[in-house]
């Protein structure tokens, strides 16, 4: 009878064993940190559409549109019509979704790198630079990807009459103005995605530490690391779009129309930005830290939610 009794125990203890997840690495666990930043990212700007045709509007036109973000919906509508507010809203979810892809799978593939060079002591020793350097070249290879769709974007909000929606827009830029006009945005691009990626992980990063300082994660329920993902991923927007705000307004700005004949980007970069001042350089900063705060939030809940719906529970962790 003991005997029966130890044998089915065994087999429960071996069922238990064999359903436990499998501990991923390489290919397989960054190809699922890339989908699922670019799940999180792609969702969040596609559903902020609205908001962010109106910061762009203000940008570009801030004498007109000078009523704030819920007056500058009204008038997007009164212009244009209600579906305006879709405007771009192609090449947002597809460039971000390819954004999200290099920037959430470059962040956790580079802070991996940096552990396996340094080792882990030393990383975590000095993680908030591992944090700033990982995020900083994860953002240069996603905004290599992002910026063609983002000129694109910008130019159908700001000339609603361009083209009909992201084939359209991307086909005619590409034959009037060449690839050069895709990147013409490059420098502000970096320029603004940079400091603000950098912002965004190391400000998340920091504020989960210290909420995780006095809870223990190993304990929490799921629904409230969503909780904790989103508080800590708020105040990171917040930050990051204070931070990034100068080189979106410059972004938007130069994506508005083609340079004069021979007038390099770099040039018009000093024009604009000579133009603005520092006021103009944050026209649109509430419709932008309402847009970034939302969306940086559900970023981090997303991504960490998806993360353990597709089983990337390999990640390192180098928070004290």
């Known amino acids: ?26 290919l397989a666990l960054y190809s699922r940190f890339a989908l699922a930043g670019a799940i999180c990212c792609s969702v969040t700007h596609g559903a902020l559409t609205p908001v962010d045709v109106v910061k762009t509007r203000i940008q570009l036109d801030p004498v007109t549109y000078n009523k704030g973000l819920i007056g500058g919906f009204r008038q997007v509508i009164a212009n244009n019509g209600a579906g305006a507010l879709l405007t771009g809203l192609g090449p947002t979810a597809a460039g971000y979704f390819l954004q999200g892809a290099f920037k959430f799978g470059g962040y956790e593939l580079f802070k991996q790198q940096s552990i396996n060079f340094f080792g882990y002591e030393t990383a ?18 996603a905004d290599i990807a992002l910026c063609p769709l983002e000129a694109t974007r ?7 009459t361009y083209a009909n929606g992201l084939i359209g827009g991307f086909s005619k830029m590409l034959k009037n103005e060449g690839v050069g006009a895709f990147y013409a945005g490059f420098g502000p691009i970096l320029f603004k995605q940079v400091p603000y990626t950098m912002a965004k992980f190391v400000v998340y990063e920091k504020v989960s530490e210290q909420i995780y300082r006095s809870v223990d ?17 708020l105040v990171a927007g917040l930050a990051a779009a204070v931070v990034s705000q100068p080189a979106d307004t410059m972004l938007s700005k130069i994506n508005k129309t083609k340079g004069l004949p021979g007038e390099g980007t770099t040039s018009r970069l000093f024009k604009i930005a000579k133009e603005l001042g ?9 419709a932008r830290l309402f847009m970034v705060g939302t969306l940086t939030a559900g970023q981090f809940a997303i991504y960490g939610d998806v993360k353990k719906a597709l089983g990337a529970v390999g990640g390192v962790e180098i928070a004290k």
């Open 1 to 26: 009878m003991a005997s029966a009794t130890t044998s089915a125990a065994a087999t429960k203890v071996d069922a238990l064993v064999q359903k436990a997840p499998e501990k991923l690495s390489g």
């Open 124 to 141: 975590r020793e000095n993680r908030t630079a591992v944090y700033l350097a990982s995020s900083a070249l994860a953002e240069f290879f």
């Open 154 to 160: 910008i130019r159908l909000v700001s000339e609603p």
């Open 217 to 233: 994660k190993s304990t929490i329920s799921s629904g409230t690391e969503t909780v904790i993902n989103l508080g800590s991923g």
């Open 278 to 286: 520092i006021r103009g350089s944050y026209a649109g900063i509430g």
